[in-house]
């Protein structure tokens, strides 16, 4: 219909896509608009979650996603976009964005001013239902009919909420592909009613895109994609959630006699190990995570009866927008035989500098060009003739593209791996700290923030160089 061509699921992606190019400067990019339903936007501290039942795991994940500055206009485009879905009756496409649409609401009613009135997360509770049933809890999330809608409640023990985390993000990345398949879809049987042919195939990784792959015991196992969440030499279609959230790592293999063997690893959230005391802080566990990794039984075309030893160096080839950082304090004990908890203060800093060190050649370059660039574009827009593109710093990256923002933690109290309680730190669109936890929400000084003995997850969002 003629309805249903502006609002089909590529247009809704690529809307919800594009309402993060609207990037605000880095004093402004936690700030979510100005009112939101009439109420105005908190300064702090904001509204908490009411537990349903052994669901702050899921209630401090919650806290700290809806928080993400780069986030900010797009909760209220896709609410724009559901209610467009709604008018038009495109139920296939609103079911293809139930998650985000909860989520959406919960953004918007949690930076309100109303901090004595917490919100009841039930419907998104009950759209998280697969996650429990994928742990081996089905039947744990009861709904039961209520004037106000639902109420939820679940039976299931603790969560982890790094697994949940990554989860949450996959299930969101895989609605707005769903959104596109439709999209596919629709453009298919358009075509087949007037006899035109259509390619639906995804984006291909072009042949000088693609890497050999290694596989086990350093043996070739064909092309490696560039993005995850495609199979087949399929390339993935960009989606909010791996414009925000994904980078991409080079896996580089070396050994003598041999060319280099490079794969390149999307990822959500780096987990750093803390167990080696000489890991104090974060900057240590990032040097352990990027540190050359000895490697032996590999064996190479020019040498396949011989094992070789080898080198593995890993690389930033895709910053992400958001760079969650995973600590990892839970870790398997051979003498109880069970998970315990690491008790370890980690250091980590309010601004977080990655060093170039940790770079691959094309992104340092596609970095030093885009400052190159915004660099011209600066001087341009002031009196005098321009800047040079390449100045005497020109072989390095200037420290505010390689910088980050602390802007949400979110902590595991207690002294035990399988139980104990999260709650989460989160920065308002004025800069002020507030603590979440469930339902209560109190101020917190930037003192209170950084170096918490239990930090478990740590959300940076990268610095806006455009300003």
């Known amino acids: 219909s003629e309805l249903r061509k502006p609002l089909d699921g590529a247009v809704v992606a690529h809307r919800l896509t594009h309402s993060l ?45 809806v928080r993400a500055p780069l986030l900010a206009p797009l909760w209220p485009t896709v609410l724009e976009q559901v209610e467009c879905l709604q008018k038009a009756g495109h139920v296939a496409e609103l079911s293809s964005m139930a998650l985000a649409s909860e989520l959406a609401q919960l953004a918007n009613g949690l930076r309100t001013a109303d901090a004595s009135d917490p919100i009841s997360p ?14 081996g809890f089905a039947n744990s999330v009861n709904a039961q009919p209520h004037p106000s809608g ?55 990784a072009a042949d000088d895109d693609a890497w050999e792959e290694v596989g ?16 087949q030499g399929v390339k993935a279609r960009e989606t909010f959630v791996t414009s925000v959230f994904q980078g991409t790592l080079r896996s580089i293999v070396r050994t003598v006699g041999a060319k280099d063997s490079v794969t390149l690893q999307p990822f959500m959230c780096l987990q750093l190990d803390m167990f080696k005391p000489s890991v104090r802080t974060v900057e240590d566990a990032l040097e ?44 398997f004990s051979q003498q109880t035989g069970s998970a315990e908890k690491l008790q370890k203060t980690m250091g980590y800093p309010a601004e977080l500098v990655l060093p170039e060190s940790y770079f691959s ?9 885009e400052a190159a660039v915004l660099s011209g574009q600066q001087a341009a827009s002031e009196s005098g003739p321009p800047a040079p593109a390449w100045g005497a710093a020109a072989s390095s990256v200037p420290r505010k593209f390689r910088t980050y923002r602390l802007f949400a933690v979110c902590l595991h109290r207690g002294e035990h791996a399988v139980r104990g309680h999260y709650t989460a730190f989160a920065c308002d669109a004025a800069g002020t700290w507030t603590e979440y936890d469930d339902r209560t929400a109190r101020a917190l000084t930037s003192r209170d923030i950084l170096n ?6 740590l959300f940076y969002a990268r610095e806006n160089v455009s300003t």
């Open 21 to 65: 190019r609207r990037r605000p400067s880095m004093a402004q990019q936690v700030k979510p608009g100005p009112q939101t339903n009439g109420r105005p936007l908190a300064s702090a501290p904001g509204r908490g979650l009411y537990n349903l039942g052994n669901t702050c795991f899921a209630n401090a994940v919650v806290q700290c996603l």
């Open 122 to 135: 039930d419907q998104f509770i009950l759209l998280t239902r697969g996650y429990f049933e994928r742990q």
């Open 150 to 204: 639902v109420r939820v409640t679940v039976t299931a023990p603790q969560q982890d909420a790094h697994e949940f985390l990554e989860w949450l993000l996959d299930r969101l990345d895989e609605e707005q592909q769903a959104l596109l398949r439709l999209a596919d879809s629709d453009a298919q049987a358009s075509a087949a009613g007037d006899g035109s042919q259509v390619d639906a195939t995804l984006t291909t």
């Open 216 to 231: 086990r015991k350093g043996r070739s196992s064909g092309p490696a994609q560039r993005v995850g969440g495609a199979t």
């Open 288 to 331: 352990l995570y990027m540190s050359p990794e000895m490697l032996t039984g590999l064996r190479t075309e020019r040498h396949p009866g011989t094992e070789q030893r080898g080198q593995k160096l890993l690389l930033f080839d895709k910053l992400p927008q958001v760079l969650i950082l995973h600590l990892k304090r839970f870790v």
């Open 361 to 369: 050649a094309p992104l340092s370059a596609a970095l030093q060009v």
């Open 452 to 457: 918490h003995p239990e930090a478990y997850l």
